[in-house]
């Protein structure tokens, strides 16, 4: 990790929780980008160079989320899910899809926090 602040995305129709998750993030020296929509989404990977990141909300998004999926793999971009407890089909579809890991919700900071940690000390 370069002594750049490491741009994470944080996809979540949700803007409440995005805007909580970026705000978070925020304090703890990452750069956080966030997307609400397929529109959105396709806008920030055009247009952001180095996204180190990408933590995907997974609610919501129904069928969209496999091409997103397809999408982050083709640019190398690793990707998290985050899904609620009840979404264990779609939890282990993005897994088969490429996610490097599982959050299910409610999430916890530090189990958040050191997860992503981990996963930029080994890009």
Same mark, same amino acid.
């Given at each position: ?5 490491p ?16 705000? +978070? /993030?925020? #304090?703890? &020296?990452?750069?956080? /980008? ?9 806008s ?5 160079? #180095?996204?180190?990141?990408?933590? =995907?909300?997974?609610? &919501? +998004? ?6 997103l999926?397809?999408?982050l ?5 690793? +990707? ?8 264990? &089909? ?6 088969a899809? &490429?996610?490097?890991?599982? =959050?299910v919700?409610?999430l ?15 890009a």
């Amino acid at each position: 990790m370069s002594d750049e602040k490491p741009i994470i995305l944080s996809v979540d129709r949700n803007r409440r929780n995005s805007e909580l998750l970026v705000q +978070f /993030l925020a #304090k703890q &020296g990452y750069q956080v /980008l966030s997307a609400a929509s397929q529109t959105e989404i396709e806008s920030v990977l055009e247009n952001t160079n #180095k996204i180190e990141l990408v933590l =995907l909300d997974i609610s &919501g +998004f129904d069928r969209q989320i496999w091409s997103l999926c397809q999408r982050l793999q083709e640019k190398a971009i690793p +990707f998290v899910a985050i899904a609620a407890p009840h979404q264990a &089909g779609m939890q282990q579809a993005c897994l088969a899809r &490429g996610a490097l890991g599982l =959050l299910v919700k409610p999430l916890t900071a530090q189990n958040l926090l050191q997860l992503i940690r981990n996963l930029l000390q080994r890009a």
